[in-house]
């Protein structure tokens, strides 16, 4: 319904623009405020602006916005390639924080950006390429990322975001490798580390799937996800304090 994909909605989670709440299943369950922030980004990935931009304008945001104004109370939309936001009369590019020309936003044109012949782009291009086509193509989208890491294997991104699509089509090993190799050109890749814990438990390794989950949570504490996860395999385990602990942090987290 929203055009983005599971794992697209959890990034935006986990980076904190939704405040879900959790069902008696551990399902997340999603507010009103939550679905319009969520809409907006699916507008803007079938604009064909790459999820790691349309991620860096809502952070740059929350920044620019005077505190108490919600994302919800604006509007985003694509200009080609950038994205503008509206709010009243004042239009501007969040990204370079210029201001433009006042004209209404219900009037920005969503254009197809210029398509770049695979042969010609770098891996940051390719990378960018996989997050567009991920909802669309994730095939494409699978050999885009392969095509930036054979470019440059420390591209630590394209391989967390290779081994997701891997662990989606059931290949939770291989997802794992990719997510050791990030972790090899950028052991502070706190997504890699919760990614790998999820792999791991998967492939019932619990205890490293633990510590992966704690590495997570260190680097960023307000991984919900992390303390979740965490916590059901610490009460799996019998560590009852442990557990506590990390499903309170979480519901702390959560609000």
């Given at each position: 319904m ?20 959790r069902?008696d ?15 907006t ?13 349309v ?5 740059l ?15 985003i939309?694509?200009?080609g ?29 969503v254009?197809?950006?210029v398509?770049?012949p695979v ?6 291009d ?30 630590a991104d394209a391989r ?5 699509l ?15 190799a990030?972790?090899q ?29 704690r ?33 309170t942090?979480?519901?702390?987290l959560?609000?």
């Amino acid at each position: 319904m929203l055009g983005l994909t599971p794992a697209q909605i959890r990034s935006y989670a986990n980076k904190g623009f939704l405040t879900p709440e959790r069902g008696d299943r551990g399902e997340l369950r999603f507010g009103f405020r939550d679905l319009i922030i969520l809409r907006t980004a699916g507008e803007l990935s079938a604009a064909r602006i790459p999820q790691r931009k349309v991620q860096r304008v809502l952070e740059l945001l929350r920044e620019q916005l005077p505190p108490g104004r919600s994302l919800t109370g604006i509007r985003i939309a694509a200009d080609g390639e950038r994205v503008v936001v509206s709010d009243g009369d004042a239009v501007w590019n969040p990204e370079s924080g210029q201001a433009l020309f006042d004209f209404s936003a219900s009037e920005l044109p969503v254009d197809t950006p210029v398509r770049v012949p695979v042969s010609h782009r770098d891996a940051d291009d390719l990378y960018d390429l996989g997050c567009e086509l991920e909802m669309t193509d994730p095939e494409r989208a699978r050999a885009a990322y392969e095509r930036a890491i054979e470019l440059d294997p420390e591209h630590a991104d394209a391989r967390v975001n290779l081994g997701r699509l891997l662990h989606e089509d059931r290949a939770p090993a291989a997802a794992e490798a990719q997510y050791r190799a990030a972790l090899q050109s950028d052991p502070d890749h706190d997504v890699a580390w919760f990614n790998l814990g999820v792999a791991l438990e998967d492939l019932g390794r619990l205890q490293e799937a633990a510590e992966a989950y704690r590495r997570a949570v260190a680097l960023d504490p307000s991984n919900a996800d992390a303390h979740y996860n965490l916590a059901g395999i610490l009460e799996r385990k019998g560590d009852k304090p442990g557990a506590l602990r990390h499903l309170t942090a979480y519901r702390k987290l959560r609000g």
